[in-house]
């Protein structure tokens, strides 16, 4: 499969065809400009030698033409100046012919309605003279049809002008070449500029791209550079999606650890019972019942995500319910009052999972040392999300113990002694903060604090 354009390739012969687009289209337009600009002239200076002719211009008594000697146009006296005239007397059948016309067959206009210009470019038949060559000649071409009145006669003259077109043509060639010639230029030096300034413009990218490998191959940990703010925010959830894998590793690494050291103990009382066969069946049912709970319990806890910043809004309200429902059935003898208060639009940015693992990480906590009441209370606080669960148990004698792994004030009470300290990494994972204190009611109170992603 072929590799794609990079983003300067594309951006280059993007960049090419459009200015080659603009220049094209520019180009065209200023030479058609051009080329009227200078036909008009020509022609303006057509009609004026119209004008001198019909200045000097007579008729008899015959009604036939009458021409000065000389005319007021040098051009018109020399022999194949490029300037030539004719005047065409209809009714009489007769023409006059200036002396530039020597020797040419030319063609001017004969027959025209009376009172109206006319323009075009015309080519003459084969050249007469050798120094026409074998091809016909283009002439700009201006007449102008009038009744002369003479004596109460009215007699009808056409008079017609050519100017030689090689001139003009000349002119127009070297005003393109000149043209094409600049545009062409401006051009070339327009790419080069493009191509610098994308060069330094995806600077910033081939950095990134550099420091990215370095994180591939070991030589950093994240991406430290300074970026323009268009990639200001990738770097950061780069970092951040780093710094949560890193998280998660370290997560995995201490479930292993407190997965092997929680089953530990129940492998120990198994194999005491190997001395008591009486007692064996029943021991073997509970403690593998207890090693299933830890592995349940330590693969929830790995599989934690804590990446908060790339989880959908969740609603807390249900899973606080489901929790609620969930321990009421679970210690059920204790007949415990649970009271949460979650407003039911509440969302938040977190995965499920990690919101299961922390809420139900600290309500059971606190429904295992309850006597009676468990109170769960989540609200909004300046852009954070506040969570306070308390009891009316015996509280904490220690509260920065229990936040260690393996820990638990009382091993009669059944658990792994890790349930807090899971709460405690995943609440780190989120930027958060979780403090232990003496609730109202004399038990503990546990407050999360969790900042907007």
């Not at 020399?78 to 067959?105: C, F, H, M, R």
Request: aromatic share 6%; with cysteine.
């Amino acid at each position: 499969m072929k590799a794609p354009l990079s983003i300067r390739a594309r951006l280059v012969w993007g960049g090419f065809l459009v200015l080659l687009a603009f220049l094209a289209g520019a180009g065209w337009a200023v030479q058609q400009a051009y080329i009227d600009s200078v036909r008009a002239a020509r022609f303006a200076r057509l009609q004026t030698t119209v004008y001198l002719l019909m200045a000097g211009t007579e008729l008899n008594a015959k009604g036939s033409l009458v021409m000065p000697a000389t005319l007021a146009e040098p051009r018109l006296s020399l022999p194949a100046s490029g300037l030539y005239a004719n005047i065409a007397n209809v009714d009489k059948n007769e023409e006059w012919q200036s002396s530039s016309t020597l020797g040419l067959n030319l063609p001017f206009q004969r027959q025209q309605a009376a009172g109206q210009w006319h323009f075009d470019t015309v080519v003459a038949p084969q050249a007469q003279s050798a120094d026409q060559g074998k091809t016909g000649r283009a002439f700009l071409a201006a007449s102008y049809a009038v009744k002369w009145s003479v004596n109460d006669r009215v007699a009808p003259l056409v008079f017609s002008v050519l100017e030689d077109a090689t001139e003009f043509d000349r002119e127009l060639q070297a005003f393109a070449r000149t043209l094409w010639s600049w545009l062409g230029g401006t051009g070339l030096l327009l790419l080069l500029t493009q191509a610098l300034l994308l060069r330094w413009g995806l600077a910033p990218l081939r950095r990134m791209t550099r420091e990215i490998q370095h994180i591939e191959k070991g030589e950093q940990a994240k991406v430290e550079g300074s970026y323009p703010s268009e990639l200001a925010g990738l770097t950061h959830n780069l970092n951040v999606l780093m710094d949560q894998e890193r998280a998660r590793q370290t997560r995995y690494k201490d479930a292993l650890d407190d997965l092997a050291h929680s089953l530990k103990t129940p492998l120990a009382v198994l194999r005491a019972a190997l001395n008591e066969p009486g007692e064996l069946p029943s021991m073997v049912a509970q403690q593998i019942t207890r090693m299933d709970d830890i592995v349940v319990h330590q693969l929830g806890r790995a599989g934690a995500s804590g990446a908060a910043r790339f989880a959908p809004h969740l609603a807390l309200a249900p899973i606080l319910n489901r929790i609620r429902d969930t321990l009421a059935k679970v210690y059920v003898e204790k007949n415990l009052v649970f009271t949460v208060d979650c407003p039911a639009e509440l969302t938040w940015r977190i995965d499920e999972g990690d919101a299961f693992e922390i809420l139900g990480n600290v309500l059971d906590n606190a429904a295992k040392w309850a006597r009676q009441h468990v109170s769960a209370h989540i609200w909004l606080d300046n852009k954070r999300l506040c969570i306070r669960v308390s009891d009316d148990g015996p509280g904490f004698i220690d509260p920065q113990a229990v936040l260690q792994r393996r820990v638990r004030l009382d091993e009669r009470v059944p658990g792994h002694g890790i349930g807090l300290a899971v709460v405690r990494d995943l609440v780190a994972s989120h930027q958060g903060e979780l403090a232990i204190s003496h609730a109202e009611a004399g038990g503990a109170q546990l407050d999360i604090v969790l900042p907007a992603a």
